[in-house]
T-cell receptor, first 112, second 116 residues
Framework: GENVEQHPSTLSVQEGDSAVIKCTYSDSASNYFPWYKQELGKGPQLIIDIRSNVGEKKDQRIAVTLNKTAKHFSLHITETQPEDSAVYFCAAPYSGYSTLTFGKGTMLLVSP | DVKVTQSSRYLVKRTGEKVFLECVQDMDHENMFWYRQDPGLGLRLIYFSYDVKMKEKGDIPEGYSVSREKKERFSLILESASTNQTSMYLC???????????????FGEGSRLTVL
């Protein structure tokens, strides 16, 4: 099945800096790559996703890039704010089923 | 808004007890899922279901079973709880779509289970 590797496991930045989280996947047939954000005490929530027919997608301060040749995709957060502090998960389709395999998560801490 | 409700936020059980974790969604989603979340291991899929009375094993089904008698409800059952099942359990649901569509997963807030 699909294997998703996520790095780094923790990331500390100063408010206003940029943050980048990277993921690699194993199944070249995968065509959908979402990112979820989990705030303390809550379930993960989708923040952005990208399908394999595009290389980049932006939504205000967040963006996702995809390199299908290298089988990796990244989350970029610009002008970070303390409320961006959370655990972020990347994911890819689970072996042809309508569910997801998740990376192990990145804890992002944004210091004021 | 889609709402996925997990009946218990915190549970404490003893080794060997039978444990039921209940999940209800209100958006008529076909798909429902149970994940387990542990520090350093991320989210791991236990079981999922595409329809009433249907179930599929995920990556870590051992020690668990599921039940889906109604479309809106998906239950996770620990037949005989063990200490290594102490964890956060997350339920999710999604719209089925068509073909190989992979839609957004909507998660509940989680059930933290401690087995003593």
């Amino acid at each position: 099945g699909e294997n998703v590797e996520q790095h780094p496991s923790t990331l500390s930045v100063q408010e206003g800096d940029s943050a980048v989280i990277k993921c690699t996947y194993s199944d070249s047939a995968s065509n959908y790559f979402p990112w979820y954000k989990q705030e303390l005490g809550k379930g993960p929530q989708l923040i952005i996703d990208i399908r394999s027919n595009v290389g980049e997608k932006k939504d205000q301060r967040i963006a996702v890039t995809l390199n299908k040749t290298a089988k990796h995709f990244s989350l970029h957060i610009t002008e970070t704010q303390p409320e961006d502090s959370a655990v972020y998960f990347c994911a890819a389709p689970y072996s042809g089923y309508s569910t997801l395999t998740f990376g192990k998560g990145t804890m992002l801490l944004v210091s004021p | 808004d889609v709402k996925v409700t997990q009946s218990s936020r915190y549970l404490v059980k003893r080794t060997g007890e039978k444990v039921f974790l209940e999940c209800v969604q209100d958006m008529d989603h076909e798909n429902m899922f149970w994940y387990r979340q542990d520090p350093g291991l991320g989210l791991r899929l236990i079981y999922f279901s595409y329809d009433v009375k249907m179930k599929e094993k995920g990556d870590i089904p051992e020690g668990y079973s599921v039940s889906r008698e109604k479309k809106e409800r998906f239950s996770l059952i620990l037949e005989s709880a063990s200490t290594n099942q102490t964890s956060m359990y997350l339920c999710a649901s999604s719209y089925s779509g068509t073909g190989a569509y992979t839609g957004e997963l909507f998660f509940g807030e989680g059930s933290r289970l401690t087995v003593l």
